[in-house]
């Protein structure tokens, strides 16, 4: 029995409880030492096109033994070395013994980890824009479901004029639509480090290439291609610029902003019971409270989109605090903040789209709600109304002024029900039956043009995203898997 299995030793709650298994692999040693063989085959394939003294055979023996990595023994070169990128040139040398000679040849180590910190933000990227783009389908059926169910609007989390539980919805679509532009923007940006050497300056690859600089050209532009790269940064010190994770894990936090902007929300309608998230059979809320029913992936949700916000300062310290053509105090740095922001956010957008699937909405605890505000909501209406029909506007504005704050006094103080309707049809200043002001404080007379804003955002923003992702063989994600 290992140590992991007798429960002796740390566990990363981000892998072991929250983040799927897709974005796992991206951050996997598995994935990324895979990732740098990649880029050794990359780099002796287009030496070898090149004319250096690169065999077939040696590459046919790299991809052989891609996947053909023995960790304890990667381990042992390392203690050795003291060296981890030189304990893995030996390790594939190993597995591919033709090809112990050109592994590695004219690169530098952040040839081998920053290219694969860059796949490896390419990928996780892709991952959170696919679950951004399901997330958004989801809350856009259930903004369309509740499109003009009015509900009582709130600023400051007080009573304001109502909207509905469609509009509502579609304020935390907007937010992930930023996102992914955001995402998208990254993603259209995002460089190859290409082959630099040890400051940046390629002069090992222009010494390999026999001082012909555009060889050295022709070589980066085609290990940038093999490995999926359009681009490579116009110039470079030793490390690729830090600048990107800072940029990249700042976008990041933007979306466990919009995901917390939206756990905060469900967390306030739990509490006032009129929007739940989902609530399994057998699941307890309190282990001394049998009756709670508490919002715990919403609070879930706000607690690792936290982490990420706060990770985003991270590499932006390590951007600012880079010494010329490179220091080192960035590695550890980097080991523990990028993984950890993107595992954070994964986690997050898995709980956003299974709480986006299962709301519950309760109709009647919103009509209760909002008929208990509306009233002082509609005084205005009442107000106009009775003036048009011969009131003194000064003198009507008065009595509903006192009206008012007697029907809340008494709500506060006694616990009342809402009479403001009742006192102002018994004050005959007004002139108006309870029935009439009844049919004048109609909900949906207050929601504006909500519905049809619904309609219109779901047609023109969100349908098109929706579209535009649709095809099955672009999906790099599986269905959410909600761990506790």
């Excluded at 891609?66 to 893995?88: N, P, Q, S, T």
């Excluded at 059926?141 to 509905?164: I, K, M, N, V």
């Excluded at 085609?222 to 110039?235: C, D, L, P």
Aim: with cysteine.
């Amino acid at each position: 029995m290992t140590e992991q299995d007798s429960g002796t030793r740390f566990v990363h709650p981000l892998a072991d409880r929250y983040a799927s298994k897709e974005m796992l692999k991206v951050f996997s040693a598995q994935h990324r030492h895979e990732t740098w063989r990649r880029l050794w085959v990359a780099l002796a394939e287009a030496e070898m096109e090149m004319g250096l003294p690169v065999t077939e055979e040696a590459i046919q023996e790299m991809k052989t033994g891609l996947e053909d990595i023995d960790f304890e023994k990667a381990a042992e070169y390392e203690k050795r070395f003291r060296h981890d990128v030189m304990a893995h040139v030996h390790l594939y040398g190993d597995v591919a013994p033709t090809a112990r000679g050109i592994i590695h040849l004219g690169a530098a180590s952040a040839f081998i980890g920053d290219n694969t910190d860059l796949i490896q933000h390419r990928e996780a990227l892709l991952i959170l824009r696919a679950r951004i783009v399901r997330c958004v389908g989801a809350l856009a059926d259930f903004a369309r479901e509740h499109r003009e169910l009015p509900t009582l609007g709130l600023t400051h989390f007080q009573p304001a004029q109502p909207t509905t539980v469609g509009k509502r919805a579609t304020l935390w679509i907007q937010d992930f639509l930023l996102d992914l532009e955001e995402i998208e923007f990254r993603l259209e940006t995002l460089r190859f480090r290409g082959i630099r050497g040890t400051t940046g300056t390629q002069a090992s690859f222009l010494s390999l290439l026999e001082g012909d600089h555009g060889r050295v050209e022709e070589l980066e532009r085609s290990v940038a291609t093999k490995m999926g790269f359009s681009r490579s940064f116009g110039v470079t010190g030793q490390t690729s610029s830090r600048k990107v994770d800072q940029a990249l894990v700042a976008t990041l936090a933007g979306i466990g902003a919009s995901a917390s902007k939206m756990g905060n929300d469900l967390r306030l309608l739990a509490h006032l019971r009129e929007v739940e998230e989902p609530f399994e059979k057998e699941q307890i809320g309190s282990s001394s409270m049998p009756y709670k029913r508490n919002p715990m992936r919403a609070e879930r949700i706000c607690a690792l989109s936290r982490h990420a916000i706060t990770l985003s300062l991270d590499p932006a310290f390590t951007a600012a605090t880079q010494w010329l053509e490179r220091t080192l105090d960035d590695s550890a740095n980097r080991r523990v903040a990028v993984p950890d922001a993107y595992l954070s956010i994964d986690g997050v957008l898995v709980l956003v789209e299974n709480v986006a699937r299962g709301l519950v909405v309760n109709p009647m605890v919103i009509r209760r709600n909002l008929e208990e505000h509306l009233p002082f909501l509609a005084t205005e209406t009442v107000m106009m109304l009775a003036t048009q029909r011969g009131g003194d506007r000064q003198d009507l504005h008065e009595r509903i002024r006192r009206h008012s704050m007697d029907a809340a006094r008494r709500m506060k103080e006694e616990g009342a029900r809402a009479d403001l309707l009742e006192r102002i049809a018994g004050d005959p200043a007004f002139g108006m039956s309870e029935n009439e002001l009844r049919d004048l404080v109609d909900p949906r007379d207050f929601v504006g043009r909500a519905p049809e804003q619904v309609d219109r955002f779901l047609e023109e923003w969100v349908d098109p995203i929706l579209q535009r992702y649709s095809d099955p063989s672009s999906n790099v994600i599986g269905d959410p898997d909600v761990r506790v």
